[in-house]
């Protein structure tokens, strides 16, 4: 049986912290190997920066959503409501530090691009969620039942 975890939450940096811990709880539950969850946890964090910095950038005050499976590996979509255009570069602040709510939007919004991310995870896809508004970034790792 498929299990699906999903999370919303406002634009604040302090959130991420709270979606890497769920992300790997849920990665470790579904069969992810223990030698993979460091890298989880990084990808996760970035991934989930990137969206909270576009959407402070922005001003859009949707919530970050976060959609965790299990279904033939571990995949984590994180999707935003940025404008598309705006989705291209990710924070280059270690996830620790995001906890910190006196960071600036300039420091939020300092990428390094995708290929941070994609040095965590080697099955990323990123997508338009929707003509104009909104990025899906989508992570996959494999599972011991897979």
Do not use: K
Not at 48 to 61: D, E, I, K, M, S
Not at 72 to 92: F, K, M
Not at 112 to 133: H, T
Not at 134 to 142: D, L, Q, Y
């Amino acid at each position: 049986m498929m299990a699906t975890v999903r999370l919303a939450f406002s634009p604040a940096p302090v959130h991420v912290r709270t979606a890497r811990l769920v992300g790997v709880a849920v990665a470790r539950r579904a069969g992810v190997a223990e030698e993979l969850l460091d890298e989880v946890r990084l990808a996760i964090g970035e991934a989930c920066a990137r969206a909270v910095a576009l959407h402070r950038q922005y001003g859009v005050f949707a919530p970050v959503q976060v959609v965790m499976s299990d279904e033939d590996s571990y995949t984590v979509r994180v999707i935003d409501r940025a404008p598309i255009e705006a989705g291209l570069g990710i924070p280059s602040i270690p996830p620790d530090e995001l906890a910190n709510e006196s960071l600036s939007d300039d420091e939020l919004t300092t990428g390094v691009g995708f290929a941070l991310l994609a040095g965590f995870v080697d099955d990323l896809q990123v997508r338009p969620v929707e003509e104009g508004v909104g990025t899906e970034v989508r992570m996959a790792w494999p599972t011991h039942a897979a």
